[in-house]
């Protein structure tokens, strides 16, 4: 049975970081595209960051550009966010997703971030 378990999230003054991890069991997972997404209250849910197997060229949305990092640990099938500089409009729920695209697609059951200001 795949699993995917969140952790890291919390509440975080503005300007503060978080490290979320998102681990997966169940089947191996090392060649599948990993991400993290995120919804705020009253929106849908936005695509924050993405990162192949390789790990190379990682996609960032323009929001988060220059304040996240993605990375991945194949060996630990975990995924990571690396959050720095967070700001109130980072708050939500943060989900990882495993596969997509040609691979089947898997669902962590999300995080809270919340950032005060």
């Known amino acids: 049975q795949v699993q995917l378990v969140e952790s890291g999230g919390g509440l975080v003054q503005a300007g503060g970081s978080l490290r979320l991890s998102c681990a997966a069991s169940?089947?191996?997972?090392?060649?599948?595209?990993m991400g993290w997404y995120r919804q705020a209250p009253g929106k849908g849910r936005e695509d924050v960051a993405r990162i192949n197997w390789s790990g190379v060229n990682p996609y960032y949305a323009d929001s988060v550009k220059g304040r996240f990092t993605i990375s991945r640990d194949n060996a630990k099938m975990t995924v990571y966010l690396q959050m720095n500089s967070l700001k109130p409009e980072d708050t939500g729920i943060y989900y990882c997703?495993?596969?997509?695209?040609?691979?089947?697609?898997?669902w962590g059951q999300g995080t809270q971030v919340t950032v005060s200001s």
């Open positions: 997703k495993v596969g997509g695209g040609s691979y089947p697609e898997y």
């Open positions: 169940g089947r191996t997972f090392s060649t599948y595209p």
